[in-house]
C-alpha cells in the first residue's frame, strides 16, 4: 500500500510517498526556518501564508522524487492535530482535494502518533526494526513531553507528562535568552560544545518520584546566570536590524556561553533520561523509544544509551525523522488503514489534542 503524506501542523511544508508504513520512498520538507528566525519564534499568520505557497511544489517534488503517478497512490494521508490551526487547514483541504481528484480515501493522523511511528521508518534497502512491545516512548517536542506505555501500535497510556514548559521549550526559551535565536534546540546544541556540562549547577526538578516533568524553574535560573552579563540597554537602537546576526549583542564578551549552553542542556537531558529509565523499570518495558524533534539532541541519546537498563532495546528515529516530517504521518496513516480508519469531507482541524489511541 503507498500512501501519500503531507504534514503542515506548524513552519514546515512537507510531503512524502510512504510503502506499507515503513518503507520511504521520498520525504521532502520545505522549512520556513530563515522566515521565522527574524522573529525570534513561529508567527503563526506567517507560517499559513508559507504553506500555502509551498504546498504543490511539495506535493509534486515527493511524488516525482519517489517516481510515483496519481495511479500509484493508495490513500493520503494528513496531519489533522494538534498544531496552528491556519497552517493545518491548508495541508487538510489540499489532502481533501488530491484525495477526491485521484478517488483515493483520506486518512487523517494525529501529528504526535506520527513522531510516534517515526521509529519504525526505514529506507528501502534496510531491514525492518524489531522493537517489541511493551514500549515506552519519550515524546519530547516543541509543545509536548510526555512518557507513555505503547502495548502496541495503537495502545498508549500516559505516564508522565511536563506540568509547564515542553522540553523543546525549553530549549527555545533557554535559546532566547542566550541571545542564540530560534530554533532553540539545535542552537544550544551547537554552542555547547567545548563547554562543561558540569560548570553550572542547574536546578532539575524531579517533583518527588513521579513520572511527571517540570522545566519553568530552570529558565528562571538560567535568567539570574546571565542578568550579571546584560550590556546596558542606553545604546542607539539599530533601525531595520531584524535578523540575530545584525543586531548588537546584548552581553559582555566574557559571557561564558558554552559552559551556560553545555550545563543548560544537560539539566534538561539529566531529568529527561532519569525519568525515561525509572518508567521502564516501573513497567518492564522492552524497548525504549524517543520521538520529536529533542529526540535530534545528541546529548539526550548519548545518556539514554548509557544508562538503558540491560537488555533493553533502544531506538530513536532518523536524525532527518525526528523533527516533523510527512513520512511519519504517511507510516502512522498505514496502521489507521488497517483498522479502517479513514476521513471524509468533514474531517477538521484540532489545534489541540492528546494522542487519539490513548486510553488517559
Ligand atoms: O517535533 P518538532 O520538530 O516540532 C513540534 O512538533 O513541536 O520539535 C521542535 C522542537 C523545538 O523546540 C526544537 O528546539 C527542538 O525540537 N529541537 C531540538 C533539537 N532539534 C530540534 N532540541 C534539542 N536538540 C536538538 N538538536
Ligand atoms: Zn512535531
Same mark, same amino acid.
Given at each position: 500500500?503507498?500512501?501519500?503524506?503531507?504534514?503542515?501542523? =506548524?513552519?514546515?511544508?512537507?510531503?512524502?510517498?510512504?510503502?506499507?508504513?515503513?518503507?520511504?520512498?521520498?520525504?521532502?520538507?520545505?522549512?520556513?526556518?530563515?522566515?521565522?528566525?527574524?522573529?525570534? &519564534?513561529?508567527?503563526?499568520?506567517?507560517?499559513?501564508?508559507?504553506?500555502?505557497?509551498?504546498?504543490?511544489?511539495?506535493?509534486?517534488?515527493? @511524488?516525482?522524487?519517489?517516481?510515483? %503517478?496519481?495511479?500509484?497512490?493508495?490513500?493520503?494521508?494528513?496531519?489533522?492535530?494538534?498544531?496552528?490551526?491556519?497552517?493545518?487547514?491548508?495541508?487538510?483541504?489540499?489532502?481533501?482535494?488530491?484525495? /477526491?481528484?485521484?478517488?483515493?480515501?483520506?486518512?487523517? +493522523?494525529?501529528?504526535?502518533?506520527?513522531?510516534?511511528?517515526?521509529? /519504525?521508518?526505514?529506507?528501502?534497502?534496510?531491514?525492518?526494526?524489531?522493537?517489541?512491545?511493551?514500549?515506552? =516512548?519519550?515524546?519530547?517536542?516543541?509543545?509536548?513531553?510526555?512518557?507513555?506505555?505503547? *502495548?502496541?501500535?495503537?495502545?498508549?497510556?500516559?505516564?508522565?507528562?511536563?506540568?509547564?514548559?515542553?522540553? &523543546?521549550?525549553?530549549?527555545?526559551?533557554?535559546?532566547?535568552?542566550?541571545?542564540? &535565536?530560534?530554533?532553540?534546540?539545535?542552537?544550544?546544541?551547537?554552542?555547547?560544545? &567545548?563547554?562543561?556540562?558540569?560548570?553550572?549547577?542547574?536546578?532539575?526538578?524531579?517533583?518527588?518520584?513521579?513520572?511527571?516533568?517540570?522545566?519553568?524553574?530552570?529558565?528562571?535560573?538560567?535568567?539570574?546566570?546571565?542578568?550579571?552579563?546584560?550590556?546596558?540597554?542606553?545604546?542607539?537602537?539599530? *533601525?531595520?536590524?531584524?535578523?540575530?546576526?545584525?543586531?548588537?549583542?546584548?552581553?559582555?564578551?566574557?559571557?561564558?556561553?558554552?559552559?551556560?549552553?553545555? %550545563?543548560?542542556?544537560?539539566?534538561?537531558?539529566?531529568?529527561?533520561?532519569?525519568?525515561?529509565?525509572?518508567?521502564?523499570?516501573?513497567?518492564?518495558?522492552?524497548?525504549?523509544?524517543?520521538?520529536?524533534?529533542?529526540?535530534?539532541?545528541?546529548?539526550?541519546?548519548?545518556?539514554?544509551?548509557?544508562?538503558?537498563?540491560?537488555?533493553?532495546?533502544?531506538? /530513536?528515529?532518523?536524525?532527518?525523522? =525526528?523533527?516533523?516530517?510527512?513520512? @511519519?504521518?504517511?507510516?502512522?496513516? /498505514?496502521?489507521?488503514?488497517?483498522?479502517?480508519?479513514?476521513?471524509?469531507?468533514? *474531517?477538521? +482541524?484540532?489545534?489541540?489534542?492528546?494522542?487519539?489511541?490513548?486510553?488517559?
Amino acid at each position: 500500500m503507498i500512501i501519500l503524506g503531507i504534514e503542515t501542523s =506548524c513552519d514546515e511544508t512537507a510531503a512524502a510517498v510512504v510503502e506499507n508504513g515503513e518503507i520511504v520512498h521520498s520525504d521532502v520538507i520545505s522549512s520556513q526556518i530563515a522566515l521565522h528566525r527574524a522573529h525570534g &519564534g513561529v508567527v503563526p499568520e506567517l507560517a499559513a501564508r508559507g504553506q500555502v505557497t509551498a504546498i504543490i511544489p511539495v506535493i509534486q517534488a515527493a @511524488m516525482a522524487e519517489a517516481g510515483v %503517478s496519481n495511479d500509484d497512490i493508495d490513500a493520503v494521508a494528513v496531519t489533522n492535530r494538534p498544531g496552528l490551526a491556519g497552517s493545518l487547514l491548508v495541508g487538510v483541504n489540499a489532502a481533501k482535494a488530491f484525495a /477526491w481528484s485521484i478517488g483515493k480515501p483520506l486518512i487523517a +493522523v494525529n501529528h504526535l502518533e506520527g513522531h510516534v511511528h517515526a521509529n /519504525w521508518l526505514r529506507s528501502p534497502a534496510e531491514a525492518p526494526h524489531d522493537l517489541p512491545f511493551p514500549a515506552v =516512548c519519550l515524546l519530547v517536542s516543541g509543545g509536548h513531553t510526555e512518557l507513555l506505555l505503547m *502495548t502496541s501500535a495503537h495502545d498508549y497510556e500516559l505516564l508522565g507528562e511536563t506540568i509547564d514548559d515542553a522540553a &523543546g521549550e525549553a530549549f527555545d526559551k533557554g535559546a532566547r535568552l542566550l541571545g542564540l &535565536g530560534y530554533p532553540g534546540g539545535p542552537a544550544i546544541q551547537r554552542a555547547s560544545e &567545548g563547554g562543561s556540562p558540569e560548570a553550572f549547577a542547574f536546578p532539575r526538578s524531579q517533583l518527588g518520584n513521579s513520572l511527571d516533568f517540570s522545566f519553568s524553574g530552570l529558565k528562571t535560573s538560567l535568567l539570574r546566570q546571565v542578568e550579571g552579563y546584560r550590556l546596558p540597554d542606553d545604546r542607539p537602537k539599530q *533601525t531595520g536590524a531584524i535578523f540575530p546576526e545584525h543586531r548588537p549583542p546584548i552581553y559582555r564578551d566574557d559571557l561564558p556561553l558554552a559552559d551556560l549552553a553545555a %550545563s543548560y542542556e544537560e539539566a534538561i537531558v539529566d531529568v529527561l533520561a532519569t525519568k525515561f529509565v525509572r518508567a521502564v523499570e516501573q513497567t518492564g518495558a522492552r524497548t525504549m523509544l524517543i520521538a520529536g524533534g529533542v529526540a535530534a539532541n545528541r546529548r539526550l541519546r548519548d545518556r539514554v544509551e548509557e544508562s538503558a537498563p540491560a537488555g533493553v532495546i533502544v531506538s /530513536w528515529p532518523r536524525f532527518e525523522f =525526528c523533527t516533523d516530517n510527512a513520512a @511519519m504521518i504517511a507510516g502512522r496513516a /498505514w496502521h489507521l488503514a488497517q483498522r479502517g480508519e479513514f476521513g471524509d469531507f468533514a *474531517t477538521d +482541524v484540532y489545534p489541540k489534542g492528546p494522542i487519539v489511541h490513548a486510553n488517559h
